[in-house]
Nanobody
Framework: QVQLVESGGGLVQPGGSLRLSCAAS????????MGWYRQAPGKQRELVAS???????NYVDSVKGRFTISRDNTKNTVTLQMNSLKPEDTAVYYC???????????????WGQGTQVTVSS
């Protein structure tokens, strides 16, 4: 079994900052990609940022220059630093990882339970 546990959501005023963290645990052989998605009420879930094990980061245009994704491969964690937050950033944020549980297993995708981020004055 694999678990992704998120932390760090909450309520913040426009222009403020929040830091989301996600730790993957369980039967993990190797993690390919880690990332963050978000889903606002009435909208589809969208990719916010992703970071592969050995490549460049990827961001949705609306957060470029404001959000920074990073990962610690030794701890199987991924972090999303969110600065200059806007009301339109309000959503449930989900941690996502693509990984193998063993050398012979295929890559599978896993999701965290989601953490609420609300940007409001």
């Amino acid at each position: 079994q694999v678990q992704l546990v998120e932390s760090g959501g909450g309520l913040v005023q426009p222009g403020g900052s929040l830091r989301l963290s996600c730790a993957a645990s369980g039967n993990i052989f190797i993690i390919s990609v880690m990332g963050w998605y978000r889903q606002a009420p009435g909208k589809q879930r969208e990719l916010v940022a992703s970071i592969p094990s050995g490549g460049s980061t990827n961001y949705v245009d609306s957060v470029k220059g404001r959000f920074t994704i990073s990962r610690d491969n030794t701890k199987n964690t991924v972090t999303l630093q969110m600065n200059s937050l806007k009301p339109e950033d309000t959503a449930v944020y989900y941690c996502h990882a693509v990984l193998k549980s063993s050398h012979m297993s295929p890559y599978n995708a896993y999701w965290g339970q989601g953490t609420q981020v609300t940007v409001s004055s």
